[in-house]
C-alpha cells in the first residue's frame, strides 16, 4: 500500500513520464514593467532628444501587435506605475514647445485610439483618458496645459468609442479650451475698478502684463500675490512699469469684493467684470481660481491658465 504521503510525488511523476491528459496552455503574464523606449543615436543635442521622447513616450506601450498580456490588466501594467509614467510624461510634455507639445499629444492620442480598437475589452482606454485628463487638464494638477489637452479634447470630440453624448462634451471643452490660446490674441474686456473708474484690458499699457482671475477669499490668490511680492525681480519690473498686474473678479457679489479691496496690493490694476463679459460671453475658460495669464505688450498669449510655480518662473527670465 501506497501511503498518502507518497502519493502526490509518485502521480505527479508519472504525469510528467508518460505525458498524461491534455497538456495545460501556460498563464498569460498579467505584469510587467513599463516598455520604454529608446532614443536614436542620431539624436545628440538635449532639445531633439525631448522633442523625440514626447512624441514617442508610448509606442511600445501601445503596441498594437503586442497581445501576450492578459486583457484585463492595463496592457501588463500595474495601475499605479502607468500613473507614474503618465505624470512623467505631462512633465515631459511641459519641456517642448507648445507646437512640438500639440503634436505630441496628437500622435499620442491617434495610438490610444487605435489601440482601444483593437482591444475593445481592455481597460486601457478609459484608464488612460482619465489620467491624461487628470494631469493636464485638472485645474489643480501643477502640469495642466490647456493647449495641450485641447489637441486631446478634439480627437475624444471624434472617438468611435464613446457615445454620442461623451463626445458632444468632449467638443464643447474642445472648443472652450481652444479660447485664448498660447501664441494667439487675449480677448478684451471691460472693467471698473476699485476707485470707480472705467478700463479695458487692451487699455493696459506695460511690456508684459499678468492677468489674474481672483477672488480676496481665495487662499491660492492671497498666496500667489505674496510669492510676486516675494521676489525683488518681480517688484522691480512692476516699479519700472515693465509689468502690470491686472486682478479681475468676475463673481457677482461686487458689495463684497468692494469691502475687501485692501486685500490687493496698491501698485495692482484690481477691478470686476463690469459686463459680465469673461464667463457670460465666454470670453474665458475659466473653471478655477486663480485663473493666470501673462501677456506681452501686443495683448499675446504667453502663458495660459499656468499654474503659480509656471508664472513665476517665467517672470524670473523675463
Same mark, same amino acid.
Given at each position: @500500500? ?29 505584469? #510587467?514593467?513599463?516598455? #520604454? ?47 507614474? =509614467? @503618465? ?12 507646437? &512640438? ?19 475593445? !475589452?481592455?481597460?486601457?482606454? #478609459? ?43 468632449? %467638443? ?5 479650451? &481652444? ?25 493696459? =499699457?506695460? =511690456?508684459? +502684463?499678468?492677468? +489674474?482671475?481672483?477672488?480676496? &477669499?481665495?487662499? %491660492? ?47 495692482? +490694476?484690481?477691478?470686476?467684470?463690469? =459686463? ?28 495660459? &491658465? ?10 524670473? !527670465?523675463?
Amino acid at each position: @500500500m501506497i501511503s498518502k504521503s507518497r502519493f502526490v510525488p509518485v502521480l505527479l511523476l508519472a504525469l510528467v513520464l508518460l505525458g498524461c491528459g491534455p497538456r495545460r496552455t501556460p498563464a498569460v503574464p498579467s505584469s #510587467r514593467s513599463f516598455p #520604454r523606449v529608446e532614443i536614436p543615436s542620431m539624436y545628440t543635442d538635449a532639445d531633439s532628444r525631448v522633442k523625440w521622447l514626447a512624441s514617442h513616450f508610448w509606442d511600445k506601450y501601445l503596441d498594437t501587435t503586442v497581445t501576450s498580456w492578459a486583457t484585463d490588466s492595463l496592457n501588463g501594467v500595474k495601475p499605479l506605475d502607468l500613473e507614474k =509614467e @503618465m505624470g512623467t510624461y505631462a512633465t515631459l510634455l511641459g519641456l517642448v514647445s507648445v507646437a &512640438d507639445g500639440k503634436a505630441a499629444v496628437g500622435r499620442y492620442y491617434s495610438s490610444l485610439q487605435d489601440y482601444g480598437m483593437a482591444n475593445p !475589452s481592455s481597460a486601457v482606454f #478609459r484608464e488612460m483618458v482619465r489620467l491624461t485628463g487628470f494631469y493636464l487638464n485638472d485645474p489643480n494638477s501643477p502640469v495642466r496645459n490647456d493647449d495641450l489637452y485641447q489637441s486631446f479634447a478634439a480627437g475624444l470630440a471624434g472617438c468611435p468609442l464613446l457615445p454620442l453624448s461623451e463626445r458632444d462634451r468632449h %467638443a464643447w471643452e474642445a472648443q472652450m479650451l &481652444d479660447l485664448n490660446h498660447v501664441g494667439g490674441p487675449a480677448a478684451d474686456f471691460a472693467y471698473i475698478d476699485i476707485n470707480g473708474r472705467r478700463g479695458t484690458l487692451y487699455g493696459v =499699457e506695460a =511690456e508684459y +502684463i499678468v492677468l +489674474i482671475f481672483g477672488n480676496p &477669499d481665495c487662499s %491660492a490668490c492671497t498666496e500667489l500675490m505674496e510669492s510676486m511680492s516675494a521676489i525683488p525681480s518681480v517688484v522691480e519690473m512692476q516699479s519700472s512699469g515693465r509689468l502690470k498686474v491686472v486682478d479681475i473678479y468676475i463673481d457677482e457679489e461686487v458689495s463684497e469684493w468692494r469691502a475687501k479691496a485692501d486685500t490687493y496690493p496698491a501698485s495692482w +490694476i484690481n477691478g470686476y467684470d463690469c =459686463e459680465s463679459a469673461v464667463n457670460g460671453k465666454h470670453l474665458y475658460h475659466i473653471r478655477a481660481i486663480p485663473s493666470i495669464y501673462l501677456l506681452d505688450a501686443s495683448k499675446t498669449v504667453l502663458l495660459k &491658465d499656468a499654474p503659480e510655480e509656471r508664472l513665476l518662473q517665467r517672470l524670473g !527670465s523675463l
